[in-house]
């Protein structure tokens, strides 16, 4: 995804630089002004008068109404709405300065070689073991040609990292937010509604290993409880993301008594 994704950058930076080259003769001066002009014309064009905003967050986020679970949910709030984003993936401010893993000062940094990281990396995933009674999720990379270990210089910073949990750990728990995204977001409990999204980890060409559990296996074996109420159905509503109801069929979920999830 990465190649086909430069190669089209790469295209379109060809492209704009033989267009430059036909347009040597004329002016710097003129050919900003025209360039400008054509920006404002696309932005009344397609922005102002071709989008209705009051469809548009519809459009970018809806149920599926092909789905067998219909939930009345108004998607606007996917765009409107206070959120709270909680992921493992990198590259991210999040990990870098420690928010996410709720680290202390001296756990912060940025995107570094393989070894040199200085913010919490977390641990393999093929050494997080299954223990009972090992409550909180566990933050996991996956080793691969993607770290790049023999390498002395940073040659990439996308990695699939992510929240863990195994058969044989009973109940893992997760709590958003946690004490660092607290202060470091001014969290307040009162403007969010409950609304809970899943994305889960890829695979990569969609070949998953034997022991993975996503999204299909919910209900056969594995099942998730937020704040007490167990979680009814996972309804896909784009992008991968995967909407959360509970034992009533809302989407809805109240806060803890500390206010988290």
Known sequence: DGHALALFLVENLIAALEELIELE???????????????VDLYENHMVDGVDFQDYPQELYSVNPNNEIQIDLDASLFLKGKSMCHTARLPSQTRYLGYLTNSSNDKVGGPAPFGKETFDVGIEEKEASPEAGLMQMQLVWSDGKMH?????????IDHKDSFFSQKGNGWNTIAIPNEAERRAYNYDPSLLQGVVVLVFTTCDWGKCEESYAGPDDFGKIWEMKINGLTANSLVPIGHDALLVTN??????FPSSHNNDY
Not at 25 to 38: F, K
Not at 148 to 156: F, H, L
Not at 247 to 252: N, P, R, S, V
Request: net charge negative; aromatic share 6%; charged share 30%.
């Open 25 to 39: 003769s004329e002016s710097m001066e003129l050919l900003l002004s025209r360039l400008q002009q054509e920006e």
């Open 247 to 252: 034992e009533d069929g809302l989407y809805y």
């Open 148 to 156: 790049q270990k023999d390498c002395p210089v940073i040659v990439n």
